[in-house]
């Protein structure tokens, strides 16, 4: 049996998870900053990280008490390597080899939206591979054909704002709280869809590539020129809406027409958006295929993802770390502490 724990640190969310080759997600600690944050309208990085440091090692702790199991009993320490914030990625790795060390276990660097991607393999319902992936977060906003495991060949991608950053950056416009994505799609349920129509950015050209910058230029415009009122607030919040939704759906049926692919995997932070799921449960019902989600807490940055995809790797010998004790200088080297807040996805699995 293989009992792997994940550590999440790399924005604004510790987390804690450990995975059970047996009976799956056997503990699950999380701690959001979204109060720390609010105040200033987004994450600020030198908080986000001293927050990590007062909260990890009590996860730690509440993590292995609710899984009911002495440390002993971990086969490996898996912990997010990158892409995200350097100092809050440099807490979870330095915790992660630490305790890996200390208490003679592998320890193995995840890339964060792998992470993402193998989230609906949680579920009861997963998709076979090969299979068509979009990543969708604040950071990122990816279109990833997954051949197998460790196989990925990204085919789209944004060039400049991913779909949350939008979406946060127009509810922040707005002046709706942070954090604006999922405040932005509640309000646009009380929206008008005959009022506005926004374009769908690069949908009119061929190719999968995202552009999202010039959409929340779009809307900023078309609140700056409104009467401030909550239902013209609602109206454009719902026209936003539409169009990422409308964008995002048709660069997936062109992958699909693309690829071949039968299913869809949708993950991150955006995936939670009820509208984007709907629209993508039509979709792919249209084309004879199936879309895959991971459940809502998996949605959003969280450490069972990490602790699953750390057993993929455990499972294929890739671990950063021997846990034989040795004073020779290879193994002062495989200590090292070091992170990626910038790392091609090609290169999440080697």
């Known amino acids: 049996m293989t009992k792997i724990m994940g550590i999440e640190t790399s924005c604004d969310e510790t987390a804690i998870a450990i995975y059970d080759s047996e009976n799956g997600i056997v503990a699950h600690q999380l701690y959001s900053q979204i109060a720390l944050h609010g105040e200033y309208g987004g994450v600020v990085p030198e908080l986000a990280s001293r927050d990590h440091v007062r909260k990890i090692i009590p996860l730690v702790d509440a993590a292995i008490k609710e899984a009911n199991i002495k440390p002993s009993d971990l086969s490996a320490i898996a ?12 807490v979870g790795a330095t915790i992660g080899k630490s305790l890996a060390y200390a208490w003679k276990l592998p320890s193995i660097g995840i890339h964060h939206l792998e992470g993402h991607l193998l989230a609906p393999m949680l579920e009861d319902k997963k998709p ?24 990925y060949e990204i085919i789209g991608e944004s060039i400049d704002d991913a779909a949350g950053e939008a979406f946060d950056k127009t509810a922040k416009i707005m002046g709706l709280d942070y954090p604006g994505g999922p405040i932005l799609a509640k309000l646009a349920e009380k929206g008008d869809d005959s009022q506005l129509r926004f374009p769908r950015p690069m949908t009119d050209r061929p190719g999968l590539d995202f552009s999202f910058s010039g959409l929340k230029t779009f809307a900023a415009n078309k609140i700056a020129a409104s009467d401030g009122s909550e239902q013209s607030k609602a109206n454009i919040a719902k026209a936003f809406q539409n169009a990422v939704v409308d964008t995002l759906a048709i660069k997936c049926k062109r ?21 984007l799921r709907e629209k993508l449960a039509g979709l792919m019902n249209e084309m004879n295929g199936k879309v895959y989600y991971p459940r809502h807490e998996y949605c959003t940055d969280n450490g069972a993802m990490i602790a699953y995809a750390g057993y993929c790797h455990f499972e294929k010998g890739l671990n950063s770390s021997p846990c034989e004790e040795q004073e020779n200088e290879t193994q002062k080297e495989v200590h090292q502490i070091i992170v990626h807040p910038r790392w091609p996805m090609s290169q999440a699995f080697n």
């Not at 299979?131 to 997954?146: C, I, Q, R």
């Open 128 to 151: 076979d591979y090969p299979f068509l992936a979009l990543l969708v977060s604040g950071g990122h906003t990816l279109l990833v054909d997954v051949k197998e495991l460790g196989s």
């Open 255 to 275: 992958a699909i027409k693309q690829t071949n692919r039968k299913a869809l995997v949708v993950a991150g932070g955006v995936s939670a958006n009820l509208m």
């Open 79 to 90: 912990y997010t390597q990158g892409p995200g914030l350097i100092g809050a990625l440099l």
